[in-house]
């Protein structure tokens, strides 16, 4: 890799001259400055902003845009500045951004768009090699894919990204299979706050019941019974959203559902005690039950095998799906 040398001169400047909205080099994304602010009252400002000069005076930040914020909240007019020389590539400021901040490392937001930014002047397989781990991915070609669709997302979604609400692998999963339902996915998983896991599972469960019944994603997730648990006033989000994917599940597997309700009408009426359990096998697969019983004295396991008994000896059991 060239070293990326970048001729500068020092000058001040006020705020006014500085494009805020401008952000052709910007790689942060979400990131407070209160420790910031602190750090700059305490020792001073360490190192110097980047600028670039544009067309009538104004000026464009090539790194430092939080240290001039920051600033700008101390209240310090004017500040400071490395002014860029001119015929600079703006590849080559981009990626002295991208390595003056590598070091703190890079959220989920900003990798995508360092990606995006990225891909359109290093070629794919270097940038996989040499980009990705500096971004702490890893250089798999899945990966890149990845991060691309991520920053198709819609920026409305970018803070449920960094609070772990929603995942990188499952927005591209809704991107690459139900892009003109991402809005509505991406704001049903943040409404009912389902983890990874449930989110995965959901995404299967959507795109094989489409398969099975040849019907577009649009019109399975527009059924009155979904908009008849969604309008529910007295119910929680998690409540609404454990009805959801139990409408899910029984599109999915009908003949299973009909199997626990028929299991549940069984045990229902045993009227076992709590400390009792009898479980199912997975998928009511291989026909081999188990009893669990929770007890802290022998007097309480004496009375649930009492009761255990008496079902076997009435026959209840008999005849389990």
């Not at 049903?188 to 994603?217: A, H, M, N, V, Y």
């Amino acid at each position: 890799m060239n070293p990326i040398l970048i001729k500068s001169e020092t000058k001040d400047l006020t705020f006014s001259r500085i494009d805020w909205d401008d952000a052709t080099y910007r790689t942060t994304y979400d990131r407070p400055i209160e420790s910031l602010i602190l750090s700059i009252k305490t020792i001073g400002l360490q190192q110097l902003p980047v600028l670039q000069k544009k067309a009538q005076g104004r000026f464009c930040i090539v790194t430092g845009n939080r240290r001039l914020r920051s600033l700008q909240k101390i209240g310090r007019n004017p500040v400071s500045c490395k002014i860029v020389t001119n015929g600079i590539k703006e590849n080559d400021l981009f990626l002295f951004n991208f390595h003056d901040n590598c070091v703190r490392g890079f959220n989920s937001v900003e990798k995508s768009f360092i990606v995006k930014k990225m891909a359109f002047f290093i070629e794919e397989r270097e940038l996989i090699q040499r980009y990705l781990p500096l971004l702490d991915l890893p250089p798999k070609k899945e990966i890149f894919d990845r991060f691309l669709r991520i920053s198709e997302m819609s920026p409305i979604y970018w803070p449920a990204l960094i609070q772990g609400r929603l995942f990188p692998e499952t927005i591209e999963s809704v991107i690459r299979e139900f892009l003109p339902l991402a809005h509505l996915i991406f704001a049903l998983f943040i409404f009912f706050r389902w983890g990874f896991q449930k989110q995965k599972e959901f995404l299967t469960e959507l795109k094989e019941i489409c398969i099975r019944r040849s019907e577009k994603p649009k019109k399975i997730l527009s059924t009155s019974t979904i908009m008849i648990l969604l309008q529910q006033p007295t119910w929680t989000p998690q409540q609404k959203g454990q009805a959801f994917r139990k409408f899910f599940r029984n599109c999915r597997y009908p003949a299973l559902t009909d199997t626990e309700k028929t299991f549940e009408a069984m045990i229902s009426p045993l009227n076992l005690d709590q400390r009792t359990r009898i479980n199912p096998p997975p998928f009511f697969e291989g026909g081999h039950y188990d009893l669990a019983v929770h007890f802290s004295s022998s007097k309480e396991l004496k009375e649930s095998l009492e009761k255990i008994i008496k079902v076997l000896e009435e026959g209840k059991l008999n005849g389990l799906p």
